[in-house]
């Protein structure tokens, strides 16, 4: 009788831990060597898209946060530590925390691919300060720095911390150096550096103004944040359509004309994969559409420098 009840109480043990081990399994991944949810992060000013993502696929875990809060991160962080599968922001943002990273064998990224989304930059302008700006229309970029720099033009544009900031530096720097695929060394073989951080310093100074860093807070504070903000059509349309002072306000289109392009950046590897091929369907580009941004046109260059030059702009302007 004892052997018999000693036997049941083994058998009983060996269904638990079996079921145990099973959900452990399942708890991190089934053995694919991570968290069983994929785990996506995105740049803030896709929030609303990611936030609807988020929702509707249990598959991924979203995170919503600055690109340069990200990037910094992972740009130290081991492999095993970056806790990242995939990476939805404007601009290639894996390929730039590659290229902060150094060699190709610390890459954590695979190639983005084409682009989901896009939206040009445009200026948007009191026309209380279109004579201070003295530029036509469309806006020279290069024009708009050098009003910056010599006529105390105050140029609102989103922080350097967020992916349009660092995109709207970009854009500034190619006008000026009248060439989009401008190289590292540009930056200390002509003035290019020096004229930039004069630019990006005047920009941060206004934005320490409320509403010099949102074209949400320009609106609300009006001229007196800031004479004009640079920004994507995407962020500025649609605020502007249903705002009381949009008669005060002139939008621009830039030239040369530079836009930011949506990209998802996969982790290298079946995670990855995996994450981008959920990325990559119709509701989020639909999402993506409702929210203002544009179908990239094939072939269509997005007027901005490669990724490597980008990280270099990050450096010379935090």
Request: glycine letters at 10%; a negative charge.
């Amino acid at each position: 009788m004892a052997a018999r009840v000693f036997a049941f109480v083994v058998a009983i043990a060996m269904v638990l831990g079996a079921i145990a081990i099973r959900g452990a399994l399942d708890d991190d991944g089934g053995g694919d060597d991570g968290p069983a949810q994929l785990r996506l992060v995105c740049a803030t000013e896709l929030a609303a898209v990611c936030e609807a993502f988020d929702k509707a696929e249990p598959a991924v875990r979203v995170t919503i946060e600055a690109a340069a809060v990200t990037a910094n991160r992972l740009i130290s962080a081991t492999p095993a530590d970056a806790g990242i599968d995939g990476w939805l922001a404007p601009g290639p943002w894996g390929a730039i925390v590659d290229a902060g990273r150094g060699t190709a064998a610390e890459a954590l990224f695979a190639g983005t691919g084409a682009a989901l989304a896009r939206s040009p930059f445009v200026l948007a302008v009191w026309k209380t300060s279109r004579a201070l700006l003295g530029c036509a229309d469309p806006a020279d970029l290069a024009c708009v720095g050098d009003a910056v720099r010599a006529r105390g033009f105050r140029l609102g544009a989103a922080a350097d911390d967020q992916a349009e900031g660092v995109l709207a530096d970009a854009a500034l720097a190619a006008a000026h150096a009248k060439n989009p695929d401008f190289a590292t060394n540009d930056l200390s073989e002509t003035d290019l550096s020096d004229w930039l951080t004069v630019v990006d310093t005047s920009m941060d100074r206004v934005g320490g103004n409320p509403g010099g860093r949102s074209f949400t807070g320009l609106l609300a504070f009006g001229p007196a944040a800031a004479d004009a903000f640079l920004g994507t059509e995407a962020v500025i349309a649609p605020q502007l359509a249903s705002a009381a002072r949009r008669s005060e306000l002139d939008v621009a289109t830039v030239v040369p004309g530079a836009a930011a392009d949506v990209l998802v950046s996969p982790r290298i590897g079946d995670r990855g994969e995996r994450l981008a091929r959920l990325v990559r369907t119709d509701r989020v580009l639909a999402a993506l559409r409702a929210n203002g941004w544009q179908s990239p046109r094939s072939g269509e260059n997005d007027g901005l420098p490669s990724a490597g030059v980008l990280q270099a702009l990050r450096d010379l302007t935090k």
